[in-house]
């Protein structure tokens, strides 16, 4: 975010420290409505744009209490399986930080909806996501984590949660690692051409 906190009257040190639920609000809202939602277009374009650098990675929009809390979040939603390595082992935080980068007007409710999530946890349990346990971690997203939960005192952080999913699940799949998990089979070079599998034209009732 190059919009900082001390932009909304805050020093940029402050990031640091627990916001109350009624700061991250006030922080979350003085974005535009657009910075909750995503394209996929403009998020494959990113994607493609922040794998371009080799150079070794280092936040340049997120403070560290908020990059921690992002790659636990990231791995919360797309954990490391079987077949695959986690959101964070294929890249998505560092992704999400060339996104903020890449399209400021966003900042300001990424910065915010991460705040509200350390509010929730410290009216909980009395400490920020990053230090709550799994089960702590999982009873907050359980709750924003759905939008048929109707509670109106959750609609900016169910908004923001579901936002901050779709990011994750697009930093993961236009990723090398996430292309393989999906088992994509396209853009490979194809020396002979014969035609649609038999399988594939029976499911297409072909």
Not at 41 to 57: D, L
Not at 141 to 154: K, V
Request: aromatic letters at 8%; a negative charge; glycine letters at 6%.
């Amino acid at each position: 975010m190059t919009l900082r906190i001390a932009d909304r009257g805050l020093r940029i040190d402050e990031c640091a420290l627990p916001m109350s639920r009624r700061e991250a609000l006030a922080l979350l809202l003085a974005g535009p409505a657009v910075a909750l939602t995503w394209t996929p277009v403009e998020a494959e374009q990113a994607a493609a744009r922040a794998r371009q650098s080799a150079a070794p990675f280092k936040p340049a929009f997120f403070t560290a209490h908020e990059y921690a809390t992002v790659t636990v979040l990231v791995d919360l939603i797309i954990p490391r399986d079987e077949r695959s390595g986690s959101a964070t082992d294929a890249g998505v935080p560092a992704f999400m930080d060339f996104m903020m980068v890449d399209q400021p007007r966003r900042q300001t409710a990424m910065r915010g909806g991460l705040a509200l999530i350390d509010a929730m946890c410290e009216a909980r349990y009395d400490k920020r996501f990053v230090d709550c346990s799994d089960a702590q971690r999982r009873a907050v997203l359980d709750e924003i984590g759905y939008t048929s939960n109707q509670d109106p005192a959750m609609t900016h952080a169910i908004a923001f949660f579901n936002s901050f999913r779709d990011l994750t699940a697009t930093g993961f799949w236009t990723s090398k690692m996430g292309i393989e998990d999906l088992q994509y089979q396209g853009n490979r070079f194809v020396s002979d051409w014969t035609g649609c599998p038999p399988d594939a034209l029976r499911k297409l009732g072909v």
